[in-house]
T-cell receptor, first 111, second 110 residues
Framework: NAGVTQTPKFQVLKTGQSMTLQCAQDMNHNSMYWYRQDPGMGLRLIYYSASEGTTDKGEVPNGYNVSRLNKREFSLRLESAAPSQTSVYFC??????????FGPGTRLTVL | EDQVTQSPEALRLQEGESSSLNCSYTVSGLRGLFWYRQDPGKGPEFLFTLYSAGEEKEKERLKATLTKKESFLHITAPKPEDSATYLCAVQAGGANNLFFGTGTRLTVIP
């Protein structure tokens, strides 16, 4: 089992460019999450999907959109990147309310 | 407002020197408290879940405990490979998402 996989691992964007971060899990989990991690801020929830077909906003959703493509895949889209979105992005998955398992992260720099 | 505070921010220990990390929380309706380990450049790795006051869980040199206001991660006779950032998170109310603290960066010196 690969667990939670994320692509790409690194990305550099210019202000205003768009991109999609991909996440997939092979643990048959129903819930998936997107977090960002910034120095001194801890992990903050951007969006989550409690089950296939549903998505909800988290603590910091502005500037992002998500798609739960199927049970395995959950993507995060930046429509018009801003320097404030420079961060490390983590995808996670869980079986309902149980512990979450995290991917290796995507390091994004917006110039 | 839900709040999770971890202390200290950073901790340096000699190999074999036992210590504890603290996670204090203020939430409405705690459903679970989670401990994770994060190595530089990697995603958080799940360690423990605690659900009720008085509960304890152990794994190798780590032991997690929970009270109504805080959790402790006790590290007994640490080794250099225990060096990492340890994150605490709470799950509260009806949500299944986690609210994280900012972590304790542990360095174990040989």
């Amino acid at each position: 089992n690969a667990g939670v996989t994320q692509t790409p691992k690194f990305q550099v964007l210019k202000t205003g460019q768009s991109m999609t971060l991909q996440c997939a899990q092979d643990m048959n989990h129903n819930s998936m999450y997107w977090y960002r991690q910034d120095p001194g801020m801890g992990l903050r929830l951007i969006y989550y999907s409690a089950s296939e077909g549903t998505t909800d906003k988290g603590e910091v959703p502005n500037g992002y959109n998500v798609s739960r493509l199927n049970k395995r895949e959950f993507s995060l889209r930046l429509e018009s990147a801003a320097p404030s979105q420079t961060s490390v992005y983590f995808c996670a998955s869980s079986f309902y309310y149980n512990e979450q398992f995290f991917g290796p992260g995507t390091r994004l720099t917006v110039l | 407002e839900d709040q999770v505070t971890q202390s200290p921010e950073a901790l340096r220990l000699q190999e074999g020197e036992s210590s504890s990390l603290n996670c204090s929380y203020t939430v409405s309706g705690l459903r679970g408290l989670f401990w994770y380990r994060q190595d530089p450049g990697k995603g958080p790795e799940f360690l423990f879940t605690l659900y009720s006051a008085g509960e304890e869980k152990e794994k190798e040199r780590l032991k997690a405990t929970l009270t109504k206001k805080e959790s402790f991660l006790h590290i007994t006779a640490p080794k250099p490979e225990d060096s990492a950032t340890y994150l605490c998170a709470v799950q509260a109310g009806g949500a299944n998402n986690l609210f994280f603290g900012t972590g304790t960066r542990l360095t174990v010196i040989p």
